[in-house]
């Protein structure tokens, strides 16, 4: 189980067969039920706290803030320079838009674990301490980009608050298992988000449209 979960977690190659190859270990009866799959995340995540967290209350989820900790935290001298090289793209996009009249706006997308970590907080949830460290180095980073954008005066916005909210209503914003993309449902809050930072932006009461009302 342990190798499974850190291939998913590192390897594309893995994942792409996994992905291939579900249907026809579906018909065959190779692939557990979501309760077994549940009951087995659940299992582990309890005999590996310091490795993944399963919130097993709706809508449920795999949190595993041990890997997204290797990415984020800025007291590590490889990310530190990374993060350092990534400023410096971002103020050269800047330039390049601002060239042609067109404004940059820096959109930070949240990892899965400070979208619940937040959400966990403000409903006075109990949280690991591994949890709350990732929490920390993840805060951190979002501050640091926050006040790069300020003093470069670049559009910035930040959607984490209003997943954490589309969290308190019970909206599947992310999968039920370790994978950190969202759903579906989750890109509609991030660029309900960005439309909103828009509208106040812009002083407009500008509705958003259906792909059908535009048609």
Known sequence: ????????????????????????????????????????????????????????????????????????????????????????????????????????????????????????QSVGMEISTQLLDYLKKEEKLISEVNIFCKKNKINCVEPADDMAAALKDKKAIYPADIDGHPTAVGYKVIAESIFKYWQQKNNTTTEIMSGESQK
């Open 1 to 120: 189980m342990e190798a499974r979960q850190w291939l998913r977690q590192n390897s594309f190659v893995f994942n792409f067969l996994s992905d291939i190859t579900a249907s026809a270990r579906n018909e065959v009866g190779l692939l557990d039920s979501k309760e077994k799959r549940e009951q087995r995340l659940a299992g582990f995540a309890q005999e590996n706290k310091d490795l993944i967290f399963f919130y097993n209350q709706e809508p449920k989820t795999t949190l595993s803030p041990y890997y997204r900790a290797t990415v984020i935290d800025l007291e590590d001298k490889r990310i530190k320079e990374v993060f350092e090289i990534t400023q410096q793209l971002f103020l050269e996009m800047r330039d390049v838009l601002s060239s042609k009249n067109k404004n940059f706006v820096l959109v930070i997308i949240p990892t899965k674990e400070l979208v619940y970590g937040r959400y966990m």
